[in-house]
């Protein structure tokens, strides 16, 4: 959301990391179960601006472009058998939006693209060479709107294990890949107060070794959280 000012808070929630313990078959099925839903074309009055209650959505909606540019992400999970992970990229540092940041790999829906899927899957192919044989689309996540002026569809896959990647360095300069029970263990969510225009927004943030995920992707990420848990229909 831009440069604000912030103040680290962590709160965990009672019970909450029973769902970063399940087996990842157990996972799996929950992830196919809960995503399945939303299969199809996203509800254009279903959107995001991070993790922030729907009353004080409507009130930040005015500092957001009126007509966001669509875009789409692909959330790969990468299903490993006995493990899942998320892959994720560092975006490289001489980009002129976000640059050095923790994103899923993705872009602007063009007039081509087969939807927000489409989008996801080609933007996947350009920036890391992640084939689209190898995906598995389960479904959609609310969209989130961007400061920058997009609003962003999150396409959550299941990635079949043993795939290439070519990486496009003029926008990635990393590739990795985090065990997805640190994502859904609320230990890990660390909640920082930001001052945006007139409004105090609490926004999670995820720090994972050196790297920080926060942002949008992190949003995403808590997005994903909560609809795994039931809390976000």
Not at 14 to 43: F, N, Q, Y
């Amino acid at each position: 959301m831009g440069p604000a000012s912030f103040s680290p808070e962590v709160r965990v929630e009672p019970g909450a990391g029973d769902l970063a313990r399940l087996p990842a078959a157990t996972l799996r099925e929950l992830i196919r179960t809960r995503l399945s839903k939303r299969r199809t074309v996203a509800d254009g009055d279903d959107w995001r601006l991070g993790a922030v209650p729907s009353d004080q959505r409507v009130a930040l909606r005015r500092y957001f472009p009126l007509a966001p540019v669509p875009a789409a992400v692909l959330v790969p999970i990468v299903d490993r058998g006995d493990a899942l992970t998320v892959l994720l990229t560092e975006r490289a540092s001489d980009l002129r939006q976000h640059a050095g940041q923790i994103s899923f790999p993705g872009g602007r829906v063009e007039a081509g693209d087969a939807g927000a899927v489409g989008a996801a899957l080609r933007e996947a192919g350009e920036e890391i060479g992640l084939p689209a044989s190898h995906v598995e689309v389960v479904g959609l996540l609310p969209d989130h709107l961007i400061v920058t002026g997009y609003r962003v569809t999150p396409v959550v896959s299941l990635v079949r294990a043993g795939f290439p990647l070519e990486v496009d360095r003029r926008e990635v300069a990393d590739v990795f890949e985090v065990p997805l029970p640190f994502f859904l263990d609320p230990s890990n969510h660390v909640r920082r107060r930001r001052r945006f225009e007139q409004h105090e927004v609490e926004l999670t943030d995820m720090p994972y070794g050196t790297r920080n995920i926060w942002g949008a992707t992190a949003s995403m990420l808590m997005t994903l959280y909560r609809i795994l848990r039931g809390e976000d229909r």
